[in-house]
């Protein structure tokens, strides 16, 4: 008897959620597809995106994009719509949940990886009379949305385009402690040593780690008051000086404390908290988003002193690899010389508003770029600081 033939696997569909209380529901199956999608980095939880969500949402409209095969979750797209303006015009804009406070962002494609993003990009081009503009931020290298995206839309004749943002520095963590140390230049060895020596004699010198709710809101408080003590506070970037940031971040560090993320870093001496890292742990990697430390003890290099014991502590804990994140800066490189590259990609619909602003994105600008007048400016306002 002839044997039925399989039956063909369920076509891909997409399912739109723009309600916050539908958002809040997904929690099991967002962080059961992330998990299934292998992705090695906590920005795409449910945990980072609701905390992200809840600061930074108003005036913009949730627009998650959920694919399902049959009635199994295969991918989802974390995005919104809101409205920018690039070069001073003003754009309808489907944008990835992120804005300066998301390291990197992906796309979760747990299977069927060709057949999901084609869903993802059909759906987007059918409401493309809807939309000026497709601005997805901190793309790795090898991403989903960045390769398959771009070349989707290319093939439809949409305007695309790539643009290189920060390359963030990690240092891979496998061979263990005492090799990695080898590693790095003799000359910030002995700088390491003699500036620990002579901390000592302030006091006894530790690290002390945060992980849990329990005493998380002094800890915060003295994070934040170690964040804002320096250049930060007078440029007006430090976290004490936004209410929105203090709620991401406070409700942040909550979330990932229940979801056993939260790793909060002091350098102490004798007992009080000089240098802090605010930093989650995810698939055995250690991802550092903030940073600061006491200006009292500047001439110790608190800070470099305080990587030094997380790396150390990473290492006896199997942590496979320390993601500074953010760019690229001297003082992270005297650390490692592996870089982590990023893009943003932006894909326009082919109307006369969009090749005006497609050109000067990828043709006038890179020009400009080019001039050594433009670098001379560029490298002037971007000096590194000392840590």
């Known amino acids: 008897m002839a044997r ?3 039956a063909p696997p369920p076509a891909c569909r997409v399912d739109v959620v723009t309600g916050e209380r539908a958002f809040l529901d997904l929690e099991p199956a967002w962080d059961g597809l992330v998990r299934m999608a292998g992705l090695d980095h906590p920005f795409l939880s449910h945990a980072w995106v609701r905390s992200w969500w809840d600061s930074f949402g108003a005036g913009r409209t949730l627009y998650v994009l959920l694919v399902r095969a049959g009635a199994e979750l295969v991918a989802l797209a974390p ?9 001073g015009l003003p754009q309808r804009r489907i944008g990835s949940l992120c804005n300066d406070h998301t390291p990197r962002f992906d796309l979760a494609v747990a299977g069927r990886q060709d057949e999901a993003c084609r869903a993802i990009w059909s759906h987007l081009k059918a409401q493309s009379d809807d939309w000026d503009l497709l601005e997805l931020r901190q793309l790795p290298e090898g991403s989903t949305a960045l390769e398959r995206l771009a070349r989707f839309a290319e093939a439809d004749r949409f305007l695309v385009g790539s643009w290189r943002a920060s390359d963030s520095p990690y240092v891979p963590l496998r061979e263990g402690w005492e090799r990695y140390f080898m590693t790095l230049s003799h000359n910030h060895r002995a700088k390491l040593r003699k500036r620990l020596r002579r901390l000592e004699r302030q006091g006894s010198v530790a690290l002390e780690t945060i992980e849990s709710e329990a005493g998380l809101e002094r800890a915060l408080d003295d994070g934040w008051r170690l964040e804002a003590c320096g250049w930060k506070n007078r440029a007006g970037t430090a976290i004490l000086r936004s209410d929105t940031l203090l709620r991401f971040y406070a409700c942040l560090a909550r979330h990932a404390a229940r979801a056993g993320m939260l790793r909060l870093f002091f350098l102490t001496v004798g007992g009080a908290r000089i240098a802090f890292a605010y930093a989650l742990s995810h698939a055995n990697k250690l991802y550092v988003l903030k940073s600061g430390y006491d200006i009292a003890y500047a ?3 608190p800070y470099n002193l305080l990587t030094c014991l997380i790396l150390e502590d990473c290492c006896r804990r199997g942590l496979e690899e320390y993601d500074f994140l953010g760019g690229n800066d001297e003082w992270k490189l005297h650390w490692t010389g592996k870089v982590r590259p990023h893009d943003w990609l932006y894909v326009f ?4 508003m969009a090749r005006f602003l497609h050109g000067i994105k990828f043709r006038v600008v ?3 770029a080019s001039l050594p007048l433009y670098r001379s400016l560029r490298d002037g306002l971007s000096g ?3 840590r």
């Open 366 to 368: 890179p020009r400009l």
């Open 349 to 352: 619909p082919d109307r006369v």
């Open 79 to 87: 995005l919104m719509l809101d409205r920018a303006r690039m070069y």
């Open 4 to 6: 039925k033939a399989a």
């Open 384 to 386: 590194s600081r000392g």
């Open 299 to 301: 001439g110790y290099s």
